[in-house]
């Protein structure tokens, strides 16, 4: 089965400076890349995702990018602010759109950023 | 986007009684929800994949006679912890998939503690 690993663990920045988050995957047919941001004791929340037929993607600060050869991606977050604060998972499946569409997650990265 | 409810949201119990957690999407019908276990500071680690009229499918090293689930209605899982002990203390979190993307809407979560 799939096996997702995260990098690094935790994560301190300055506010204003650029934060990258890294995950590889095991099964060379993942094709969905979601990034969620957890808040303590909340729900896990969406924040941006790629499919396998894209590269990049980017949502104002936020942005995604997967190499599908070297089966790893990565979160990028820039200009942070203290409220990017939190735990960041990365996930993936190679169910996209199907009926089992089951995630498997990495282990989080905790991120800090000091005001 | 879609939404998914849980409830109870927290419940306390004493060591030996069951404990049964809801599960329901919102505004869309869910033929398949998945159950995820989160310990604290650690990753989501799914449980079982709950489908609609039949079985669950359950990970492995997941006892399907300790966590029971029960998915009766297109809207509706239920988890069941049978005979909870303190090491079944945990944050569990439902998932679901949206109606028309690969995303998948998570529930608030319940947090569960066995004195």
């Known amino acids: 089965g799939e096996n997702v690993e995260q990098h690094p663990s935790t994560l301190s920045v300055q506010e204003g400076d650029s934060a990258v988050i890294k995950c590889t995957y095991s099964d060379s047919a993942s094709n969905y890349f979601p990034w969620y941001k957890q808040e303590l004791g909340k729900r896990p929340q969406l924040i941006i995702d790629i499919r396998s037929n894209v590269g990049e993607k980017k949502d104002q600060r936020i942005a995604v990018t997967l190499n599908k050869t070297a089966k790893h991606f990565s979160l990028h977050i820039t200009e942070t602010q203290p409220e990017d604060s939190a735990v960041y998972f990365c996930a993936a499946t190679p169910n996209y759109g199907g009926a089992t569409n089951k995630l498997i997650f990495g282990t989080g990265t905790l991120l800090a950023v000091q005001p | 986007g879609a939404v998914v409810s849980q409830h109870p949201s927290w419940v306390i119990c004493k060591s030996g009684t069951s404990v049964k957690i809801e599960c329901r999407s919102l505004d869309f019908q869910a033929t398949t929800m998945f159950w995820y276990r989160q310990f604290p500071k650690q990753s989501l680690m799914l449980m079982a994949t709950s489908n609609e009229g039949s079985k669950a499918t359950y990970e492995q090293g997941v006892e399907k006679d300790k966590f029971l689930i029960n998915h009766a209605s297109l809207t509706l899982s239920t988890l069941t912890v049978t005979s909870a002990h303190p090491e079944d203390s945990s944050f569990y979190i439902c998932?679901?998939?949206?109606?028309?993307?690969?995303?998948?809407?998570f529930g608030e979560g319940s947090r569960l503690t066995v004195l």
């Open positions: 998932s679901a998939g949206g109606p028309n993307t690969g995303e998948l809407f």
